[in-house]
């Protein structure tokens, strides 16, 4: 039987203070819809016009069986196309029409991409803070609840240091490189790390997996120090390196180091992650599925890696909602390229605005194996955390060098 998609509209919440957009696609059938995450934290509004003034009234009447063409069609009926905007709003209605394609079936959307070969995905979480010891702490806390890969994150003292929680001064407060600013050193930075990954493995034995996020915030040259640096203390992997613009440095830096490389959640274009799989310069790749239009894509991207060698470590922040979590967990759930899965523990605010969210436990997340992607949104809940007031709407205010240069992340 054919079903046709009646409405596509998006639904703003912040459960957990961070803003997610969930878009959801309804048919024909009262009772059939899908969810999908359309999450661009930083540019949410413009998603949703995405969505609701083009999105909408382009695939309206289409059979929601024909997710391939409904992508494509879409993609290029703006002519102009990839960068995160469209490429959320393309996710949002692609996620939707899995959830759709699993429901029909009867199965959850890891069965429709070929079942699972492992039974729940390994994760890895966050240790962050504004001291060694303080970081080193709470890697002991995860690594006592059985969480096996701990990603460490220490703030420069007095610095807007990634990951760490200092607090960001917003544009209102600071606007310019004459101003006082949120200052990051690069060059204090890279003799930090190393002492914090030099305690870590002291405290925390051989065994328990440490991971690093650059947050693409350094010069090559700083990349390529800190890299040596971190050599002895055997990370499982070093994350986001370089940013998307200096990626031809990959080839230097993987020729100078042998730490394991984990490249890719700024990407939004498969032109940017192509030669980096191609000439194998990257072990994991970590794109953010709904930055790259969504789970049509992200398939065909963890089958291309497969084929070179390169594991999937799908980008997995707050700023993803549950449903968004979900594609993820399918994909690593069914890809034999799987490395490791970024996760960030659901508050229960957001377990309540999303019934039906994956367990958490022994280190791994684990699905609940009902159709589609087996969660659900109760919209009268999620209307009850409205997005937090912001004076532009969740943008990101600047991180400067001591000179006023703003820092790249
Ligand atoms: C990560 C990321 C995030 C991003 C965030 C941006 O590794 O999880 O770096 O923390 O900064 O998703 O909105
Ligand atoms: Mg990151």
Redesign the pocket.
């Given at each position: 039987m054919r079903n046709s998609i009646r409405k596509i509209r998006c639904i703003l919440t912040a459960p957990a203070g961070i803003r997610l957009v969930v878009v959801k696609v309804e048919t024909d059938e009262p009772t059939l819809y899908g969810l999908g995450c359309a999450t661009f934290?930083?540019r949410p509004l413009a998603v949703v016009e995405a969505v609701e003034k083009y999105l909408d009234p382009f695939l309206h009447g289409r059979d929601v069986a024909e997710i391939e063409d409904i992508f494509l069609a879409s993609q290029v009926s703006s002519y102009w196309r990839q960068g995160p905007v469209l490429n959320n709003a393309l996710s949002g209605v692609d996620m939707a029409l899995w959830d759709i394609k699993g429901k029909r079936a009867g199965m959850p959307v890891h069965d429709l991409l070929g079942g699972k070969c492992r039974m729940a995905a390994p994760v890895y979480v966050h240790a962050a803070g504004k001291s060694i010891p303080e970081v080193v702490a709470q890697a002991q806390q995860h690594q006592a609840a059985g969480f096996r890969h701990v990603r460490l994150q220490v703030e420069v003292p007095g610095q807007a240091t990634?990951?760490t929680a200092s607090d960001l001064k917003t544009h209102a407060q600071v606007d310019g490189p004459t101003t006082p600013h949120n200052i990051f050193v690069p060059a204090d930075y890279v003799r930090i790390v190393p002492r914090l990954f030099e305690h870590a493995r002291s405290e925390l034995g051989e065994e328990l997996e440490l991971l690093h996020?650059i947050?693409e915030r350094l010069p090559p040259p700083l990349t390529m120090q800190l890299a040596k640096d971190l050599e002895p203390y055997r990370l499982f992997f070093l994350?986001?390196a370089l940013p998307p613009e200096e990626i031809d440095y990959f080839r230097r830096l993987r020729a100078t180091t042998h730490l394991p490389l984990a490249m890719g959640?700024l990407f939004t274009n498969v032109h940017e992650f192509l030669p980096l799989i191609r000439e194998q310069l990257i072990d994991y790749i970590r794109v953010h599925l709904s930055m790259i239009g969504g789970l049509t894509m992200s398939r065909k991207l963890a089958a291309l890696c497969e084929f070179f060698g390169v594991r999937t470590a799908w980008?997995?922040?707050g700023?993803t909602s549950p449903v968004g979590h979900a594609a993820n967990l399918a994909l690593d759930l069914a890809c034999p390229n799987f490395g490791i899965q970024?996760f960030s523990p659901f508050n229960q605010a957001t377990r309540d605005v999303f019934p039906g969210c994956m367990e958490l436990r022994d280190g791994a997340v684990w699905p609940n194996d009902r159709p589609g992607w087996g969660i659900d949104l109760d919209e009268a809940l999620a209307a009850r955390f409205p997005f937090p007031d912001h004076p532009y709407n969740g943008a990101w205010p600047a991180i400067r060098q001591r000179d006023g240069s703003v820092v790249r992340p």
């Open positions: 934290t930083q990634y990951g996020d947050h994350e986001d959640e980008h997995g922040p700023d970024e």
